[in-house]
């Protein structure tokens, strides 16, 4: 059963090299644990989406650049996410500031051919017996 993604969810690109933190901002005001919960619209480089270490995609120029300055050799670069639209699909029957809220299972393209998803959706339910 998915889970809601709140801010601290952890991701991994199949590009990147190191795991990535959401962030979320208060801007959709609803709060789970004190922390907010995410939509599919909190997808922005560098404000959501925060870089994977290293990029390893070769169609990200400056992994190219790298590699053939290496003479062939693949060289991973900085990763700068490049992530323009929202992410899929989400959980279209739940909204969040008249969007679909972000589950677990929902993933993001990166214009360098990465796909994002979570590892851990910073959100869990615990049942008590």
């Known amino acids: 059963m998915p889970n809601q993604v709140c ?5 991994m690109c199949t590009f990147g090299v190191a795991p990535s933190s959401l962030v979320v901002l208060p801007t959709n005001k609803v709060m789970t644990g004190m922390v907010p919960d995410a939509n599919i619209m909190d997808h922005i480089p560098m404000t959501n989406i925060m870089p994977f270490g290293m990029c390893m995609s070769p169609s990200n120029p400056t992994v190219a650049a790298a590699t053939a300055a290496a003479l062939g050799v693949l060289t991973p670069m900085p990763c ?8 899929v699909t989400g959980a279209p029957t739940v909204l969040l500031a008249n969007m679909p809220t972000l589950d677990n299972v929902s993933t ?8 994002i998803s ?10 008590v017996p």
Not at 7 to 11: D, L, Q, R, S, T
Not at 108 to 115: A, D, E, F, R, S
Not at 118 to 127: C, H, K, R, S
């Open 80 to 87: 700068i996410p490049a992530t323009p639209a929202p992410w």
């Open 108 to 115: 993001l393209n990166c214009i360098w051919g990465g796909v």
């Open 118 to 127: 979570f590892t851990t959706p910073g959100e869990f339910t615990v049942e």
């Open 7 to 11: 801010m601290g969810a952890m991701m």
